[in-house]
Nanobody
Framework: QVQLVESGGGLVQAGGSLRLSCAAS????????MGWFRQAPGKEREFVAA????????YYADSVKGRFTVSSDNAKNAVYLQMNGRKSEDTAAYYC?????????????????????WGQGTQVTVPS
């Protein structure tokens, strides 16, 4: 099993930047990919970004493409989400997730039901 701890959330003005971090521990050698999801109050959880362990496969939701960047540091067992050009609609609890088995298609990293473990979440707020 892999344990995840997110950090870096907070309040940032519209147009500002923020970087979220997710540190993994435990059976890290089993990691196939990691993803970021978010859930706003009253809404369903939605995909934000994902990256394979090799870094060869990276995916973004259309709503964040060009503004957010996902990256990883395998030496630190961490994944990051750089959030630029923040909008009020980015306000949500952000969750890091990990997939610990290979997928037939890397694009499946865009779907939350393929992930095995989740972090506790970190709140990001952009005042409107």
């Amino acid at each position: 099993q892999v344990q995840l701890v997110e950090s870096g959330g907070g309040l940032v003005q519209a147009g500002g930047s923020l970087r979220l971090s997710c540190a993994a521990s435990g059976d890290i050698f089993r990691i196939y990919g990691m993803g970021w999801f978010r859930q706003a109050p009253g809404k369903e959880r939605e995909f934000v970004a994902a990256i394979s362990r090799s870094g060869d496969a990276i995916y973004y939701a259309d709503s964040v493409k060009g503004r957010f960047t996902v990256s990883s540091d395998n030496a630190k067992n961490a994944v990051y989400l750089q959030m630029n050009g923040r909008k009020s609609e980015d306000t949500a609890a952000y969750y890091c997730a990990v997939r610990v088995a290979e997928l037939s298609l890397a694009t499946q990293l865009k779907y939350d039901y393929y992930y095995h473990n989740w972090g506790q979440g970190t709140q990001v707020t952009v005042p409107s």
